[in-house]
């Protein structure tokens, strides 16, 4: 439908391998046991969200109904997770839960945030052979100013030999609205910028996978400005380009990942390097790819603004059972062998 797509290959994809990534904001995924060293007191049995065992296995069990669910007959070889509190979690979800048959391994950052949140990196090593993983603290815009995620940085070879560095990041929320936090994501945003530069300065045809939550909308400053993410929607884009895969789709009706008073934001996305966009590579994206996972089990009735909403967890301090607040997003690309 795009001229950016006129150059895919024709080759049928039952002839190579479809990776498919996964990037979810799973709303709170807290244990029941208290970090001294974090305010994670709210997620605790005797906390404001009365944060029980119960609560916490059912919260890993829906999970793994939607990374099924998204998988079809088999789940995604890619997932970042947003709002982990630590590596024990995604113990207790690959190890544990149902989803431990999918025999996933995992990455998780360990994050100066002030309430011990994290994200993770969860991958299937017969898609995926670990090589590296790094982690980038973002540095304050202020003098003693609330310290934020760490960018989580892995690379790996998939089945094509070819190496896939992928980033999850979080990037700082609007909780003091957005022109107030608003220097805390361009902090975040400069420093997931100093370290793609920095790899396509090595590899010019870098393969780059940027995912998370980005508390800001493809168009706003941290992500378009500073970032440089464009449109994949265009002639001429270089292979060092990096490109946002949702912006062309931004400000389609009830089209979002999250909520906010009857308002769709569209903050958790997909931006890659332009070389996925090339048919030269033997790793590229499919066509109509991403989209916004979100079937009936994941939606519920929007009583105050009309339409539906996300079925998440918790509202304030009472307990839904539901899934999260956002909606997954989901990405395939085509390995060839």
Not at 12 to 28: H, K
């Amino acid at each position: 439908m795009f001229l950016i797509f006129s150059t895919f290959p024709c080759a049928s994809i039952d002839a190579q391998d479809r990776l498919r990534v996964v990037s979810y904001n799973v709303e709170n995924l807290f244990d029941t046991k208290d970090n001294p060293e974090k305010d994670d007191d709210e997620f605790l049995p005797k906390g404001m969200m009365k944060w029980n065992d119960y609560k916490y296995w059912t919260k890993l069990r829906n999970i793994t109904r939607v990374l099924t669910a998204i998988g079809e007959m088999e789940s995604p070889a890619l997932v970042g997770l947003v709002e982990v509190e630590n590596d024990s979690v995604l113990y207790d979800l690959t190890k544990r839960s149902p989803l431990r048959g999918q025999k996933y391994e995992y990455v998780c950052t360990n994050s100066p945030d002030v309430r011990g949140v994290n994200v993770g990196f969860l991958y299937q090593r017969d898609k995926f052979k670990l090589l590296a993983k790094n982690e980038y603290a973002v540095v304050s815009p202020e003098k003693n100013g609330r310290p934020t995620r760490n960018i989580l940085h892995v690379s790996g070879r998939v089945i094509s030999g070819d190496t896939l560095d992928v980033f999850v990041c979080h990037f700082p929320s609007r909780r003091d609205g957005q022109m107030a936090s608003e220097p805390y994501r361009l902090a975040a945003a400069r420093t997931l910028k100093t370290k793609t530069d920095s790899l396509l300065a090595i590899r010019s045809s870098a393969n780059i996978l940027i995912m998370g939550d980005f508390n800001d909308q493809p168009t706003d400053k941290s992500l378009s400005g500073v970032l440089g993410a464009t449109s994949m929607i265009g002639e001429n884009i270089s292979k060092r380009q990096l490109v946002n895969t949702f912006f062309h789709r931004l400000g389609e009706n009830d089209f979002g990942t999250y909520k906010f008073q009857g308002e769709w934001d569209l903050i958790d996305q997909f931006i890659i390097s332009g070389n996925l966009l090339s048919d030269s590579p033997s790793i590229s994206l499919v066509k109509d790819s991403p989209r916004i996972f979100d079937p009936g089990f994941l939606r519920e009735k929007d009583t105050t603004y009309g339409g539906f909403k996300p079925f998440r967890t918790n509202s304030g301090p009472n307990y839904l059972g539901g899934f999260s607040d956002h909606f997954p997003i989901v990405l395939d690309l085509i390995v060839k062998e």
